[in-house]
């Protein structure tokens, strides 16, 4: 049975950000058969095309996240692929990719297909699957990376932990190498970092928590960026934290190792202060860290140090983060915030343009993990969101489509959402 094609639809009149082809400008956006067909000033609506619209609003390649944690298989009252790619929808996003710290863990070809199929059957975002570097995240053996990369893998992470041995991440990154995909690891020095909840430092001593160093990011930084140099394996090292892991890989893009970053919209934004009061909403691993970190995250950023914004979205259950802060999980939601917080602390704080914001979530993260999306250009899949960018509204964890409520930013008000999101052409949101 073949569905009917949908009619074509015009997108007249908004701002169009194209920051794969370099555009910003005022024009109309054809979409026909699923595809971008055509972008320019004052195009007619072909026969039966649908018209909306969208003056005043930003139309942009749909953003992309590559970091996301769904809890499905395992914990599906947390979160399942269906729902967040329905969270993911709604904020702005037409593809994420999953972290394979499920239960059990995406370690195999039948694991990542069955991520592909609950993606396919929910019919909202494009859900891509990270395969674990190790089996059942143990550190160990290797997964076979080749098996999970032809059922559809994107890439390789034992996120939720790091890759401690250094011999083992040498290994991967030579074996990711030959099947062309980063390995994402979660920078972290184990006996460094082991007992500590919180950013380490003043902050932490008044509250009697105990720290985890500056330092037990960046020796694992540091690390990864010599074996990247070493075995030509691309790293992509998740959510940095800290101004000295800025200045590691800066040093290791300017000798030219292939090292990919990315940065979370908490880290870009608070800091160790939102843990006083114990609250858990603030507790995340990486920890939130200091003022100067989040000055030179913000300024990495810019500059393309650290090359994309991702959510590490981490749905928890409610009853969990009441826990003391000692005891509760580590990680806050983010795909329905991400693009609000962005925006309004980054571009109408006057750090990042709006053309630039668009890159460093939807261009560049599509780039690195070399996903399809990202732009605009004629015969590109039709994922596009038109955000509205002079809306407020304040973030109630009751209208979440996530399954979790764990947010930091509640009762923030922020300005500007996804007020349409595409994807194929079809619209998944609102
Ligand atoms: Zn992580």
Redesign the pocket.
Known sequence: MTRPPLPPLLLQGGRVVDPSRGLDQVADLLIQDGKIAAVGAGMGAPDGAEVRGVAGMIVAPGLVDV?VHLREPGNEDEETVASGARAAVAGGFTAICA?PNTDPVTDNQAAVGFIVRQSVRAGLARVYPIGAVSLGQRGERLAEFGEMVGAGAVAVSD???PVASSHLMRTALEYARTFGVPVAD?C?EPSLAAGGVMHEGLVATRLGLKGIPSAAEEIMVARDCLLAELTGGQVHL??MSTRGSVELIRRAKERGAPVTAEVTPHHLTLTDHACEAYDTQAKM??PLREAADVAALRAALKEGVLDCIAS?HAPHAYDEKEAAFDDAPFGIVGLETAFAVAHTELVQGGILTLPALIARMSTEPARIFHLPGGTLAPGAPADVVVLDPTVQWTVDPAAFRSKSRNSPFVGRTLTGRAALTLVGGKTVHP
């Open positions: 970091h972290m996120d939720g932990r979660h972290e998740c959510h691993n990486p590490d």
